[in-house]
């Protein structure tokens, strides 16, 4: 198998690259979108591993391209900054999976074997979400809806500018 690794964090790249290198895996690398096309268009990839923030790009925006170029190509998203309409929009894009950061190499290549289904026996929350996780949230899906434009959601939260900033540089709440 091919792997596309896309990641702004050249050492996470570098890592996740040697560790599927010692497997037998051939693997490419890309810092942004631009890059992660080029290689596409270049290479018969079969798997992406591609973050869903890369510096001032939407890892969706990218998800879309690339499956425009290699409709066969599996993509698993990974991120650091989870929602629930992120998720939602990945699988509807086209990605096979979407992880939390930190994932190891094993749950990675796991999230492409384990496609096909869902798992009927995962936990449910006893609790509703803390209102800090609702607000995460709903940030996240209004970003979504301004194709991560930060002054378009900023607007429409009615929230200035630096303070939607403030709020996003922050890990998401757990619940």
Not at 68 to 73: G, K, S, V
Request: glycine share 6%.
């Amino acid at each position: 198998m091919n792997y596309l690794l896309i990641d702004d964090d050249p050492a996470f790249s570098a890592v996740l690259a040697r560790v599927l290198q010692r497997r037998g895996e051939q693997t490419f690398t890309a810092n942004n979108g631009e890059q992660a096309i080029a290689q596409v268009e270049n290479e018969m990839i079969h798997r992406a591993v591609l973050d869903l923030k890369l510096e001032q790009e939407s890892g969706l925006a990218i998800l879309q391209q690339l499956l425009e170029c290699q409709p066969t190509l599996e993509v698993v998203i990974l991120t650091g900054y989870s929602s629930i309409s992120t998720a939602v929009e990945a699988i509807k894009l086209g990605a096979v999976h979407y992880l939390c950061k930190p994932a190891g190499v094993e749950e990675i290549i796991a999230a492409f074997e384990k496609r096909a289904g869902g798992n009927s026996e995962v936990q449910l929350q006893d609790m509703p979400p803390s209102v800090n996780r609702v607000e995460w949230e709903y940030i996240q899906k209004v970003l979504n809806q301004h194709a991560g434009n930060i002054s378009a959601t900023a607007k429409t939260l009615g929230m200035h500018r630096r303070t939607l900033q403030r709020k996003l540089q922050k890990r998401p709440v757990k619940n």
